[in-house]
């Protein structure tokens, strides 16, 4: 299968500054990304959709100038929590979608814990 | 309102036995499905999938079946491994593709040694 890694794995910050999580496609091409959230002993949420050179499609009730995500290349995609608050500490993961050898597929990074002080 | 649904919050087979793990749906657009595994603060590992033209696919130790008809799938690992235990996610997009997968609420899996 497809690798595809965060960074960092874990993180605290204060209340009030902003974090940036990274999401790399190792060993194939991403068009198309994925930020999800999970809480304890939940689902994973899907957050956003993040596309290659264009803007990111928000899912309802994510607020996009919190949680800004780009998408410069075709390997990486980067989630930052903007001004963070202790609410926003979760379990965040993302995913690239990958088409190669016929099976359409997510691949998932190893996920980022944020925690807000 | 949950579109994917994993009514059994665990479940325990022992070691060398079938697990069968269950996931239905009320979304009859969904049209494609995929299974993944996550241990504890890991990112979901990819298991298996099927498009709603199949009712079967299978992959090793895994099959996954499929009844459009009762919105249902399931998992079913053979034989099942202590390294199996972890919990089991399904997951269901519309298009055919895996674009906005909506996930179940995941079912913990523990195999017995």
């Known amino acids: 299968g497809a690798v595809v890694s965060q960074h960092p794995s874990w993180v605290i910050c204060k209340s009030g500054t902003s974090v940036k999580i990274e999401c790399r496609s190792l060993?194939?091409?991403?068009?198309?990304m994925f930020w999800y959230r999970q809480f304890p002993k939940q689902s994973l949420m899907l957050m956003a959709t993040?596309?290659?050179?264009?803007?990111?499609?928000?899912e309802q009730g994510v607020e996009k100038d919190k949680f800004l995500i780009n998408h410069a290349s075709l390997t990486l995609s980067t989630l930052t929590v903007t001004s963070a608050h202790p609410e926003d500490s979760s379990f965040y993961i993302c995913?690239?979608?990958?088409?190669?050898?016929?099976?359409?597929?997510?691949?998932f990074g190893p996920g980022t814990r944020l925690t807000v002080l | 309102d949950q579109q994917v649904k994993q009514n059994s919050p665990s479940l325990s087979v022992q070691e060398g036995r079938i697990s069968i793990l269950n996931c239905d749906y009320t979304?009859?657009?969904?049209?494609?499905f995929l299974w993944y595994k996550k241990y504890p603060a890991e990112g979901p590992t990819f298991l298996i999938s099927?498009?709603?033209?199949?009712d079967k696919n299978e992959d090793g130790r895994f099959t996954v079946f499929l009844n459009k008809s009762a919105k249902h799938l399931s998992l079913h690992i053979v034989p099942s491994q202590p390294g199996d235990s972890a919990v089991y996610f399904c997951?269901?997009?519309?298009?055919?593709?895996?674009?906005?997968?909506?996930f179940g609420s995941g079912t913990q899996l523990t195999v017995l040694p």
């Open positions: 099927i498009s709603s033209i199949k």
């Open positions: 995913s690239a979608r990958d088409w190669r050898g016929g099976t359409d597929t997510q691949y």
């Open positions: 979304n009859s657009m969904f049209d494609y």
């Open positions: 993040s596309n290659e050179g264009s803007k990111a499609t928000y």
């Open positions: 997951a269901a997009s519309v298009g055919g593709s895996a674009r906005q997968l909506t």
């Open positions: 060993d194939f091409q991403a068009t198309t």
